[in-house]
């Protein structure tokens, strides 16, 4: 048992990810913790219940599990009272406002939408957005890295839904640090005329939302997206993005080849996702022409046409597609 008054009177609930060598660096990877009757890996150890990211709860004792080294607390809600592990709670705790635009601007003249993903809330009017979060401000490096992500995630995602380039300008954050008795709510609003033009809508971004909980099942699937939306933005080296989605799925089923003898991960992927061989080989073999008119002295080389860069650009977007519907229905209708 340790001393009662060496102990902080109060800790917050903490399920970010800290650890740098694992891909969700910074993101809220539940939004509950559970909660024990006894501390360690203690069998049987009875389950009491479940507080949510963000909790403010009371310390009530410290002890050390000598067998795994880790520290636990006990802790108290008002309405539970158990275990915890170190490793998830903070000591101290802030309410993070980062502010930002979309551009181009024009193409999001109707947008006005809320959206909450893992601890965070988006809010977006017109190309303004701000994503409203917290955590403890000893880590505020992985906070906003974790923001920025997601921000990028979602123009990724509606990439291939509206083959609009987006790209998201942070312009400032605000800290709100919390104590024991403040007023925890949040706000935030955009004062800007909106005009009846629209060229992305509410349900181009929550389309693209949707696809959000995909990109944790495959880090395949974000990279795909991720050269989908390069390939919009640098028009001119977009072959290579295209035909770098496709090999990104690719390496997705590369895994399965020890069990699909004989056959190569583009072939798996084909069969999968039931994908035409036609229309794969119809991108990579431009993109390799792309390769060697960009390596190229000789200005006789002819450049894609536009429709053929056009029928390149939905070949790989139903690729994607497919990916997508492979893990689950969600998303692309428009396609």
């Not at 029928?311 to 690729?319: G, Q």
Request: charged content about 25%; some cysteine; aromatic content about 10%.
């Amino acid at each position: 048992m340790s001393n009662r008054k060496t102990l902080p009177k109060h800790a917050w609930v903490n399920c970010r990810e800290i650890d740098p060598d694992l891909l969700f660096l910074g993101e809220v990877l539940s939004t509950e913790e559970n909660i024990f009757e006894k501390p360690g890996n203690i069998k049987p150890n009875k389950f009491v219940g479940k507080i949510h990211h963000g909790t403010m709860v009371n310390v009530l004792d410290k002890k050390l599990d000598k067998k795994s080294k880790i520290i636990y607390y006990k802790i108290s809600t008002d309405k539970l009272k158990g275990w915890i592990s170190e490793s998830l709670l903070a000591w101290q705790w802030s309410s993070f406002t980062f502010i930002g635009n979309f551009q181009p601007a024009e193409v999001c003249k109707s947008l006005d939408l809320s959206l909450n993903y893992m601890g965070a809330s988006i809010l977006i009017r017109d190309n303004g957005f701000a994503v409203i979060t917290d955590g403890d401000p000893d880590h505020f490096e992985i906070i906003r890295n974790a923001v920025t992500g997601l921000i990028n995630r979602i123009i990724n995602a509606q990439a291939p839904l509206t083959q609009i380039s987006l790209q998201a300008e942070f312009s400032n954050w605000v800290e709100v640090p919390i104590g024991e008795n403040e007023n925890r709510s949040k706000s935030v609003g955009f004062l800007i005329d909106s005009k009846n033009e629209k060229t992305i809508s509410n349900s181009n971004i929550q389309d693209a939302y949707s696809i959000l909980p995909l990109m944790e099942l495959s880090p395949y699937f974000d990279l795909a997206l991720s050269d989908f939306h390069q390939a919009l933005q640098y028009p001119q080296h977009a072959l290579i993005f295209l035909s770098r989605a496709i090999e990104s799925i690719e390496n997705h089923f590369g895994r399965m080849k020890k069990q699909n003898k004989g056959k190569g991960k583009e072939e798996i992927m084909r069969q999968k996702l039931r994908v035409n061989k036609s229309d794969v080989e119809y991108i990579t073999k431009r993109a390799n022409a792309s390769h060697r008119r960009h390596a190229s002295r000789d200005a006789s080389i002819e450049s894609l046409s536009n429709e053929e860069l056009a029928e390149c650009f939905y070949k790989t977007a139903n690729i994607i597609a497919a990916f997508a519907d492979y893990f689950k229905p969600a998303g692309f209708d428009e396609l």
